[in-house]
């Protein structure tokens, strides 16, 4: 058998509205207590990688044939891409695919200026006239990256890297997941 306030207490029709009106109010005043109390994560994700970042002093990324040679903790990774020094519509470059872990970009530096309204704060970028730099990305966590960069042959320069790893966690450490990154540059002639 079940009670309820009702059956308990004999009341008028007009009382018990007023009765389920105070009890709803009382859940609801309540609630705003145990929301702000919780947590809230968001499903953003993340992944383990390492990135360098190519660039000339001037930013310039010459027209040419390039072709790059990796080794990721010693397993040999090529690649090769044309860059006519010509950005695509929107000013983006080029990307590609390497291998399953492994890509290239040409991506345009931007100019960005923020703007601040009272509590609002808005960005807008813009490429820069002539100025590119070449990404490189590799998913995981390799303990070593040697990378040899060739422009129509000629080798632009050569580097070992190793990563010093930080764990990112985009929705905070309460909620997860956790990742491991690191991002270097490398300054070529």
Do not use: H
């Amino acid at each position: 058998m079940s009670l309820s306030l009702f059956s308990l207490v004999p009341l008028g029709s007009r009382a018990r509205t007023t009765a389920a009106l105070a009890a709803g109010f009382a859940m609801t005043s309540a609630m705003p207590g145990c929301i702000m109390n919780q947590k809230q994560c968001t499903e953003m994700a993340c992944s383990d990688t390492f990135t360098i970042t190519a660039a000339t002093a001037n930013k310039s990324w010459a027209a040419g044939e390039y072709t790059l040679e990796l080794a990721v903790d010693g397993n040999a990774v090529s690649c090769a891409y044309s860059w006519t020094n010509t950005p695509n519509v929107g000013g983006s470059g080029v990307f590609v695919q390497c291998s399953p872990t492994v890509s290239v970009s040409v991506n345009a530096v931007e100019i960005c200026t923020e703007t601040r309204r009272g509590d609002a704060v808005s960005q807008s970028c813009v490429p820069a006239p002539g100025q590119f730099t070449q990404q490189l990305s590799i998913r995981g966590t390799p303990a070593r990256v040697d990378v040899v960069v060739r422009r129509d042959g000629a080798l632009l320069g050569e580097r070992s890297f190793t990563p010093a790893y930080r764990t990112w966690y985009p929705n905070g450490e309460d909620c997860g997941p956790g990742c491991r990154q690191d991002a270097q540059d490398w300054a070529l002639p």
